[in-house]
């Protein structure tokens, strides 16, 4: 039997049926035979169905779309720069594309042809240019989701802050400029790491079989990981933001500032917060959120040891992005309490 539910100004399609008992053993049910046209199935192809803690079921048809790539062409825009129409190509990494084609009608000048193949190298992981011509670039997805996990994903990226964050707050103590500048450079790897993670997360919301490969039990669980991959991605920029500030500084900043107290704590803070996320010990989270207020001590010291002379612009911003790190590090922590609550709400 087909229903039309109005939720609001969406309007729900969906089919009850009844389970019918055959062999006197064997519970049955029917398939909706649009949805079997629509997948490509016949008599003897196999599902894969897979139990919800919910009382759900997920039926997936992965014989048939195993094989199945998914295909975008986009039209490369002459109006807009190279870097708006990289975002779009983005887009679709993001959406799940495994072959991109890029089409210019004009024809790829050889500039644009090697921005389009130097940024994708650089900044998506997993995409490979495998043809080419005058008026087409084609990209392909030859990422193993099994060889790299959302786990290790998770862990590549927040071993990247951590060193980000020693070495950050060593160019500042010994004005390395030089080392600030290649922790500018090392942020477009977290950045690379933050869009894959982002896609397959997207992907496994659709796909329970992928979802399985890359370590995501129940797909409630795509929504807390996306926000922490994010919080993760932002924590990046800020000791990004940090190093620039050291290069723009002409003055090297005495042992005894309180701010290398700041950048120990926001170490620390960080580095706790993972591994709360990693065991989801709620005690330990609660603590790494305590822990981070700490911060507020330490800006009151800075304050004691600055009244007789002006902050400079450099250091202000140093001094904020460190808070942030710091905030955003506690967030990771409250995060890993929600999604222990929700493991322990499924078990």
Known sequence: MQIYQNIGCVVINYEQ??????????????????????????????????????????LSADSKMDNRKQESVIEISQEDTLEDNFRVLVSHYLAGSDLIRLVSSKGFHAMDRKFFKDVTRQRLIGIEVIEESRNEIVLQSLMNYQELPLDKALQNMSRLITSMLEDVMLALREHDLELAKDIVNRDNEVDRFYLLTVRQLKSAVEDPKLAEKIGIERPRQCLGYRLVTKIIERIGDHVERIARQIILMDTVVPEKD????????????????IKALEEKDTKYSNKVVNYARKFEDYTIMR????????????????????????????????MSINMSSERDRGK
């Not at 309180?258 to 917060?273: C, T, Y």
């Not at 004691?304 to 967030?331: F, P, W």
């Open 17 to 58: 049926r009844k389970i019918q008992l055959t062999g006197g053993s064997t519970y049955i049910v029917s398939l909706p035979i649009k949805w079997v046209r629509d997948c490509g199935l016949n008599s003897g192809d196999t599902l894969t169905l897979i139990p919800q803690s919910d009382c759900t079921l997920l």
């Open 258 to 273: 309180a701010v290398f107290a700041m950048g120990n704590l926001a170490q620390k803070v960080f580095a706790d917060s």
């Open 303 to 334: 304050n004691e040891q600055v009244t007789s002379r002006c902050i400079s612009e450099q250091m202000g911003s140093i001094i904020e992005s460190l808070k942030r790190i710091s905030e955003y590090s506690a967030d990771i922590a409250e």
